[in-house]
């Protein structure tokens, strides 16, 4: 049974850092990635990596400010949110697939179950 499961979310002041954690089970992935979703918005793009290429890719809007990154032979994937804005505050969901990145959560096809980000002003 495959499971993808995150943490490390919470409240952060601007300005203020946080790292999510997500740790895959069950099968390897070429690609894991994360996405976001606020209240009312659709869940949008924010960054993966591909492990066969090593190749990263970052939203523009987080591009500078976060960083995605490996660890455990390909089963975990953090990301590190550095200058954290209020505009940052979502449910951030960890997701995988194989193939190459892609940024259309549709084609992901394993998804963890969402750890809240709330940035406060």
């Known amino acids: 049974q495959v499971q993808l499961v995150e943490s490390g979310g919470g409240l952060v002041q601007a300005g203020g850092s946080l790292r999510l954690s997500c740790a895959a089970s069950g099968r390897t992935f070429s690609v894991m990635g994360w996405f976001r979703q606020a209240p009312g918005k659709e869940r949008e793009f924010v960054a993966a990596i591909n492990w066969i290429t090593t190749g990263l890719l970052y939203s523009d809007s987080v591009k500078g400010r976060f960083t995605i990154s490996s660890a455990n032979a390909k089963n975990t994937v953090y990301l590190q949110m550095n200058s954290l804005k209020p505009e940052d505050t979502a449910v951030y969901y960890c997701?995988?697939?194989?193939?190459?990145?892609?940024?259309?959560?549709?084609?992901?096809?394993?998804w963890g179950q969402g750890t809240q980000v709330t940035v406060s002003s």
């Open positions: 997701a995988a697939r194989g193939g190459g990145i892609v940024t259309t959560a549709s084609q992901y096809t394993y």
